[in-house]
């Protein structure tokens, strides 16, 4: 699996967007960009995940770009529950989810 | 429907004694996948198992582990003799469908605290 580079942490003020960068610049034609977070004390839990096209979901936006070096997670209007540490994750699609390696991550604090 | 339940949530051993580690799935979730977090580390796969079947146990120590799903009740890990370094905490997952296919995730439990002293 390609590797990620995420910065360690960044701030954001409670109701702005949040929008956390990730390089993967060695990422191949057939890998997914999938992000998850820790909130503090809990398991993992999935965000969203995508091939080329930007995604959007309830609780976030994928934007990757055309070259697919690099992403940007957007929580468009963060609240204090979104603080957490956020995991950028490139794998194939059909190759071992559970394998997954959950590295450092960027430490997202909201604050009010 | 509730989420993959873990307990207990916090576990106190001593050097020597045995920790099980308790894991029920989600509703209908056949495939069970166990992590270790060590403090201020990322999580670690140890195992996956499907009902009465382990998968893949890549992750886990050659010795002293051991981790069952039988096919009534929840999934079980054990650590004999526990040490010092394995307080951790540890984490199950589930998913309906296995893990590696498009479109399919799995849910983490709240995790079980090991702290062996």
């Known amino acids: ?112 | 429907n509730a989420g993959v339940m873990q307990n207990p949530r916090h576990l106190v051993r001593r050097r020597g004694q045995e920790a099980r580690l308790r894991c029920s799935p989600m509703k209908g979730h056949s495939h069970v996948y166990w992590y270790r977090q060590l403090p201020e580390e990322g999580l670690k796969f140890m195992v996956y198992l499907q009902k009465e079947n382990i998968i893949d146990e890549s992750g886990m120590p050659k010795e002293r582990f051991s981790a069952e799903f039988p096919k009534e009740g929840p999934s079980i890990l054990r650590i004999q003799q526990v040490v010092r370094g394995d307080s951790a905490a540890y984490f199950c997952a589930s998913s309906q469908l296995p893990w590696d296919s498009l479109n399919t995730e799995a849910f983490f439990g709240q995790g079980t605290r090991l702290t062996v002293v």
């Open chain 1, 1 to 112: 699996d390609a590797k990620t580079t995420q910065p360690p942490s960044m701030d954001c003020a409670e109701g702005r967007a949040a929008n956390l960068p990730c390089n993967h610049s060695t990422i191949s034609g057939n890998e997914y960009v999938y992000w998850y977070r820790q909130i503090h004390s809990q398991g993992p839990q999935y965000i969203i995940h995508g091939l080329k096209n930007n995604e959007t979901n309830e609780m976030a936006s994928l934007i990757i770009t055309e070259d697919r070096k690099s992403s940007t997670l957007i929580l468009p209007h963060a609240t204090l529950r979104d603080t957490a540490v956020y995991y950028c994750i490139v794998r194939l699609s059909d190759t071992g989810g559970f394998k997954t390696i959950f590295g450092a991550g960027t430490r997202l604090f909201v604050k009010a």
